[in-house]
């Protein structure tokens, strides 16, 4: 209540003040907590680099050339630059789990409903801190029903501060190397390989598993569903306005008007139980505790990426090509909304860049997510600890 929504846009930067609390942030406010500022995000939170005519670009304070994520962009580069101690994140595409990986912290998307956000199916509010402990704090006062949003659900969750090690635990491990069209990262599949040989040394049986899933098929039938839900009304708002002052990308959002419709919700809703299915033969019928693949395949993501080839994500030296949702894996659980995912660091490229994990329970499955990524919190080598602080480099 009293602040100004703009959603990173010039067309709103002059939107009427909110009046009411939203469930989230009530339940953080009875809890004591203050309130400091907000953060940017890209425009109409439409991609997972955060720049917009309104507020220029937002920098990677471990590496200035790159990107903080998005659409919780604010919120990370924040967290990862001392600002606070806890952020708020929302997420319908990977908008906690994309700058919670770029920045070096750690963020959870939970199942729908478990936080009160919206009917928005695809759509969650969740914690973003720097490290596990704060995550498990946070999350424990969001969750929970709240009369101002049907679908959260009743009764409130009590996630545990402490979890059992490992031994004897089996976790799939899945490299999406198909994902892309273009591989993954040499440094990224180096993260992953050190993640499965931590697990190893800690007790747990770690299988790897691929799925052969088409990233640019994905994104094209996951992107028109998001977008023909009540995500519609970011559309409906331009009408009548001067789209010259809305950035590029946010322009290819609204001049997808003509494609999107109910139609383009069922093609989503059978993807959705494709994907369900075989996740549920392959992995957690299998008797698997939790799926643990990488965040985003690429080794580099420029600060001021768009729609155009010359500032793409980069793979090994070379630039993406096409959509740049092909770079990130978080899609998937957006679609398959019922999985809890936690997004854990767990290295730094050459380049300076944290590199983050998603750890993804079975359907609501919360503590199983969480016992996986509280362990990896502890055998794998902590950020903002000693030398591994993010140094401000290359800030223009």
């Known amino acids: 209540a009293g602040w100004r929504v703009d959603q990173g846009s010039i067309l709103l930067k002059d939107a009427p003040i909110c009046e009411h609390d939203t469930a989230v942030v009530e339940k953080l406010r009875d809890a004591g907590a203050i309130f400091v500022f907000s953060t940017t995000v890209p425009e109409f939170y439409v991609t997972y680099t955060t720049w ?4 220029g670009i937002t920098r990677n304070p ?37 700058p919670a990986a770029f920045n070096g912290v750690y963020g959870f998307k939970p199942p729908f409903g478990r936080v009160p956000t919206s ?34 659900i009743r009764p409130r969750m ?18 999406f190397s198909q994902w892309s069209g273009m591989g993954n990262d040499k440094e990224v599949n180096a993260a992953m390989d050190a993640t499965v040989e931590a697990l190893r040394k800690a007790g747990a049986q770690v299988d790897v598993i691929e799925f052969d899933w088409n990233g640019a098929e994905f994104m094209d039938i996951f992107f028109k569903g998001l977008m023909s839900t009540q995500m519609y009304m970011l559309i409906e708002q331009t009408e009548g306005q001067d789209l010259s002052q809305v950035t590029p990308y946010a322009a290819a959002i609204i001049g997808m008007k003509d494609q999107l419709g109910p139609s383009k ?8 139980n494709k994907c369900h299915a075989e996740i549920q033969e392959r992995i957690f019928e299998q008797g698997y505790e939790a799926l643990i693949l990488p965040t985003c395949l690429a ?17 090994n030296g070379k630039r993406l090509t096409g959509n740049s949702m092909k770079a990130v894996t978080t899609s998937i659980f957006n679609l398959l909304c019922t999985y809890p995912v936690v997004d854990v660091p767990v290295a730094i490229s050459s380049n300076n860049v944290p590199i983050g994990l998603q750890v993804v329970g079975n359907t609501y499955d919360d503590i199983a997510a969480f016992r996986v990524a509280a362990q990896l919190s502890k055998v794998m080598p902590n ?14």
């Open 265 to 272: 919700l069922v093609e989503a809703g059978i993807l959705m």
């Open 383 to 396: 950020l903002y600890t000693g030398s591994r602080m993010p140094d401000f480099r290359n800030m223009k």
């Open 158 to 175: 009590e996630y545990p501060t402490k979890y059992k090690d490992l031994k004897g635990a089996k976790i799939a491990v899945s490299y």
């Open 52 to 55: 917009s005519k309104l507020y």
């Open 299 to 315: 080794g580099e993501v420029p600060a001021d990426m768009d729609i155009d080839d010359t500032a793409k994500p980069v793979f």
């Open 119 to 152: 009917d928005i199916q695809y759509e969650t509010f969740g914690p973003m801190a720097r490290n596990f402990d704060d995550l498990v704090i946070m999350q424990n006062i969001i969750n929970g029903p709240s009369a101002q949003v049907m679908s959260s």
């Open 62 to 98: 471990w590496n200035g050339d790159t990107t903080v994520g998005g659409s919780s962009g604010g919120s990370g580069a924040a967290l990862a630059a001392g600002f606070c101690t806890l952020a708020t994140g929302s997420d319908m595409g990977g908008s906690i789990r994309l």
